[in-house]
Nanobody
């Protein structure tokens, strides 16, 4: 069974920075896209940033230029560096990955449990 384990959430003042990390554990052949989503109270979950296994990235417009997604394929990890944080970035952040158990398997979508990021003075 593949698990995604996030770390790095917490409380930060507006304008501050946080770095989220996510590691994939278990037996699998490869990981395709890895992403970070977030869900604020009363809101729908939204895609924040996505990175393909070749390094192509996409960002939510409101975080573009402030957040940077990166991955280390050798360690099966993905990170989200968040700078110039705003109160509206407050949310639970979830790691997401599409994992192939074997070379012939279809992708299986996996989610982490989420980490809380609170931006407040």
């Amino acid at each position: 069974q593949v698990r995604l384990v996030e770390s790095g959430g917490g409380l930060v003042q507006p304008g501050g920075s946080l770095r989220l990390s996510c590691a994939a554990y278990g037996l699998f052949f490869s990981i395709d896209d890895m992403s970070w989503y977030r869900q604020a109270p009363g809101e729908q979950r939204e895609l924040v940033a996505r990175i393909s296994n070749t390094g192509t990235v996409d960002y939510l417009d409101s975080v573009n230029g402030r957040f940077t997604i990166s991955r280390d394929n050798s360690k099966n990890t993905v990170a989200l560096q968040m700078n110039s944080l705003k109160p509206e970035d407050t949310a639970v952040y979830y790691c997401n990955a599409y994992v192939r158990r074997t070379i012939v398997s279809n992708q299986a979508e996996k989610w982490g449990d989420g980490v809380l990021v609170t931006v407040s003075s």
